[in-house]
């Protein structure tokens, strides 16, 4: 909301928001013009020592305050704890629609007719199966290969099974890896678990839904027809919805990043693959588990919070750089719990969560830093209980932000704003050295 005072600055200056700058170097002044909340950083171009000098140029390592592109299809309100995507609440979403909804959502930018609805579920389901190759060159992987890195592998490898895919100036292309990669995902990682199980690979089954197919490919073992019980699927769809998108993370902006390159998208895809196997990113639901697992009973708590207010631990699955409020993901992950601890037993860890929750938050040291259970703090909880071990837990993650991966590259590819990725560096190394021959040296 504007003030009177701002109100006033602003008809003063023609009605134009732009920001005046002196650079005291030069005692020159420029006007900046402000567009949607920013300043261009190529406008600081023309600011300069000499007519040979390059130009200002930003400096922002990792990122913290540059905006990369304009994107519509996801929204965080960090302060207020708000998700959307293309402008349906999560909530909504997780309680109304289903994975495969939601991802047509992301991609196409709005919900789908019943018609359309039945064609992409259709499109999806006849697109799970993966050529006979890509199960015989998983073989080759060591037995106890990290399934995160089968599927980095594997979904990279997919270019060389679709060629075509490297036309990405073709619409109908674009549209038709889009589908692949979507329906080909759980194949994959389901794939890659049996294999690290030294279990049989279970073809899809293309009677059952997205997330009951899943299923059925990490668990069926002699039984001919795999049942999933529907609370379980329910909760996986959830889990699904709520990973699908969050807007210019770290392997969103590795996809973006290596697809401006114009490679195909399963090779930018695998690139937001690795992004999300690395520790900071899709694994920290993992260092929640371990967490719980350590601090043992309940009892502990209270030794446990001094040692994180003391600086010797870290409340894992607690805060996040954009959400200075209660993480929405994880309300809603908390309401599903419990229908995956009705099917499958309760862990003995959800009372050490809940009570760790609930004395964190009673904690001026918590409060006053604003810090909330995030989504991994209890995901991890809904993957030990549907029995996937922890080096799943990442390709759990990889699954559905497969959507959004692809949501974010096909916006990209029509942004005709957008150019090759390529950061400029301040260059601190030495300058015009004499080669030394070796032997001299
Ligand atoms: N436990 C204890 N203290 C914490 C925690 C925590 N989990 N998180 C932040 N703080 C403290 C931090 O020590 C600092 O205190 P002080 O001001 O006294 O120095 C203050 O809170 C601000 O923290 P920060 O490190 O500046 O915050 P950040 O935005 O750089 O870090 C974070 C965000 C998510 C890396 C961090 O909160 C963290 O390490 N959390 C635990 C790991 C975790 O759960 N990660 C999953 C994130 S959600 C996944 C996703 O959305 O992709």
Redesign the pocket.
Known sequence: MTTQSQEQARAANGGRDSLTVTDNRTGETFEVEITDGTVRAMDFRQMKVSEDDFGLMTYDPAYTNTASCRSSICYIDGDNGVLEYRGYSIEQLCEQSSYLEVAYLLIFGELPTKAQLDQWVHDVTMHTFVHENVREFLGGFRHDAHPMGMLLGSVGALSTFYPDANNIGDPTTRDIQAVRLIAKMPTLAAFAYRHAMGQPLVYPDNALGYPGNFLSMMYRMTELRYEPDPRLERALDVLFILHAD?EQ??STSAVRSVGSSQVDPYSAIAAGIGALYGP???G?NE??LRMLQRIETVDNIPGFLEG?KN?D??????????YKNY?PRARIIRKHLDDVFEVRGKSPLLDIATELEKRAMDDD??VS?K?YP????YSGLIYEALGLPVSMFPVMFAIPRTSGWIAQWLEMTLDSEQRIARPRQIYTGERVRDYMPVERR
């Open positions: 969050h993370n770290c900071l990113h899709g920290a260092a929640v994180v600086g631990e870290r409340l894992m699955g607690f805060g996040h750089r954009v993480d040291y918590f830093r810090l995030n989504v991994d703090y």
